[in-house]
């Protein structure tokens, strides 16, 4: 009986306090903002709500729910609370601009993206977010840090499971929506944006992008057709560098780990360097190749249409002061507007300069820069790229076809003239001239109209 009467008791004393609640009026121990709410109900995202009390056991607040008759249990983690209704009111509106702002753990290969105690690499660790995983954004870092190679922001966020912490953002996926945030992140998973960027762009050499930094274009290999191009509708990639070119039909797609996609029916592996680059593997007459590419915020064609302007707006300056140059010990140059050359009496360069296979006439180009060391002594560089028999050289540039038929020289403009230093092997690094040959041949030039 006495047994009886105690259980009888506690009975009592556990839902007295709730029936007081809803009877009189629930008395408030503070006040919560909502983090992560109800899509439905009077307990949506960023409400402020009278807390009843802390309910460590269950981790949950007792809440004092608008329009219900009685206070009900919420998830402590998707709660902020506050004691005076004053501080609950400003980080409210602090958090306003993430009401709406969630996101999506985008990491598939261990280890697990880490939830951590404070904003830094250095944080405790708190939290493991499985793949796909939906979070809360409550906030954000003020500016991009750098974790290991990557730039991103730092996000404060919660778990539905009631977990708050920090996240490097770059492997999540952030969205907005004032809907139902899992139906979004559901539709973002089953799209695979790196694919997507894969697929439907074209992708050049990483040295493209090298070459335009340094401002050196070599218009032999920089070209429009030079590339990597992926033709989803005929299920084909296809590559051409200035060496050669191949073709990969495929017919499939095999995500392998987190960033790398091979396509299968091909040999062909494409890996997410970042935003802007992929690398490639495949074989090419049984050996391994790899390769950097990127995507060019410039138009290509503009690019190679611009070099072609610098170089003709130089021959242009050059023969400006006349189209007929002559030394009495190397010969006679004639130009022409189409900046086409001959060159008559040139035999003492034969074969030091000039192959004596080299037809006497040929093209006039520009391909070569003077290193800023060389400003004072010289204007720039201009090269001679001779014709072969049958085949009209359209190129002079190191490396190219076309460069042993080419004989490059700095050039300074002087009275009546102009003043040609020979170069060497050596002389020439990335298209640009570190310095004249050792043992140069220097030929002064008078110049005059025909």
Same mark, same amino acid.
């Given at each position: 009986m ?7 008791c506690?009975?009592?004393a556990?839902?007295?306090?709730v029936?007081l ?7 408030t121990?503070?006040?919560?903002v909502?983090?992560?709410g ?9 409400t402020?709500?009278p807390?009843?009390r ?5 981790s949950?607040?007792l809440?004092?729910?608008p329009?219900?008759?009685k206070?009900?249990e919420?998830?402590?983690g998707?709660?902020r ?6 501080d609950?009111?400003d980080f409210?509106?602090?958090?306003a601009?993430y009401?709406?702002e969630?996101?999506?753990?985008m990491k598939?290969?261990?280890p ?14 708190i ?9 809360k954004v ?8 750098t974790v ?8 404060e966020v919660v ?14 996926k952030t969205?907005?929506?004032?809907g139902d945030?899992s139906r ?27 070459m ?7 218009l ?9 191009f ?5 299920? #084909? ?7 050669y070119? !191949?073709? *990969? +039909? ?5 995500? %392998?780990?987190?960033s790398?996609?091979a396509?299968?029916g091909?040999?062909l ?6 935003e802007e680059?992929i ?8 050996q ?14 503009d690019?190679i249409?611009?070099?072609?302007k610098r170089r003709q ?11 007929s140059f002559?030394s009495?010990?190397y010969?006679?140059i004639s ?10 009496g ?7 300069? #000039?192959?004596a296979d ?5 093209? !006039?180009? *520009? +391909?070569?820069?003077?290193a800023?060391? %060389? ?8 090269t001679f ?7 009209p050289?359209?190129?002079s ?8 038929y ?35 041949t220097?030929i002064?030039l ?5």
């Amino acid at each position: 009986m006495a047994g009886m009467l105690r259980r009888v008791c506690g009975l009592l004393a556990s839902v007295l306090p709730v029936i007081l609640l809803a009877s009189c009026g629930a008395r408030t121990a503070g006040y919560g903002v909502v983090l992560w709410g109800e899509t439905v109900g009077a307990l949506s995202t960023g409400t402020i709500v009278p807390v009843v009390r802390e309910t460590p056991i269950n981790s949950s607040y007792l809440l004092a729910v608008p329009g219900e008759n009685k206070p009900r249990e919420f998830p402590m983690g998707r709660i902020r609370f506050f004691h005076a209704r004053k501080d609950a009111e400003d980080f409210s509106r602090a958090f306003a601009p993430y009401g709406e702002e969630w996101a999506v753990s985008m990491k598939q290969d261990p280890p697990p993206l880490p939830v951590r105690e404070q904003g830094s690499q250095e944080g405790r660790v708190i939290y493991k977010l499985k793949p796909g995983q939906l979070i809360k954004v409550v906030s954000r870092s003020p500016s991009r840090e750098t974790v290991q190679q990557y730039a991103d922001y730092w996000y404060e966020v919660v778990t539905e499971d009631g977990y708050s912490g920090f996240c490097f953002g770059h492997y999540l996926k952030t969205f907005a929506t004032a809907g139902d945030p899992s139906r979004e992140a559901r539709r973002i998973l089953s799209q695979d944006e790196a694919l997507d960027r894969i697929m439907g762009n074209t992708w050049r050499p990483d040295w493209f992008r090298e070459m335009v930094a340094r401002g050196a274009i070599d218009l032999a290999i920089f070209r429009e057709d030079v590339g990597l191009f992926p033709s989803p509708s005929d299920s #084909i990639f296809r590559l051409v560098l200035p060496q050669y070119s !191949v073709e *990969f +039909p495929y017919t499939g797609v095999q995500k %392998l780990g987190e960033s790398t996609y091979a396509f299968t029916g091909s040999d062909l592996r494409v890996t997410v360097v970042d935003e802007e680059r992929i690398s490639i593997y495949y074989h090419y007459k049984d050996q391994r190749m790899a390769g950097l590419y990127t995507l060019m915020k410039q138009d290509v064609g503009d690019l190679i249409a611009a070099e072609q302007k610098r170089r003709q707006a130089i021959f242009d300056s050059i023969a400006a002061r006349g189209t007929s140059f002559n030394s009495s010990a190397y010969g006679t140059i004639s130009v022409s507007p189409d900046m086409r050359f001959t060159w008559t009496g040139y035999q003492k360069l034969v074969p030091s300069l #000039i192959p004596a296979d080299a037809q006497g006439k040929g093209r !006039v180009d *520009f +391909p070569l820069h003077a290193a800023k060391e %060389l400003a004072g002594d010289y204007d720039g560089v201009i090269t001679f790229v001779f014709d072969r028999a049958g085949d009209p050289g359209t190129s002079s540039a190191p490396g190219s076809p076309a460069a042993a038929y080419s004989a490059s020289f700095l050039y300074k403009a002087t009275a009546g003239g102009l003043r040609f230093t020979s170069l060497d092997r050596d002389s020439v690094t990335n298209l640009v001239v570190t310095h004249p040959g050792i043992s140069p041949t220097v030929i002064f030039l008078t110049q005059s109209s025909h």
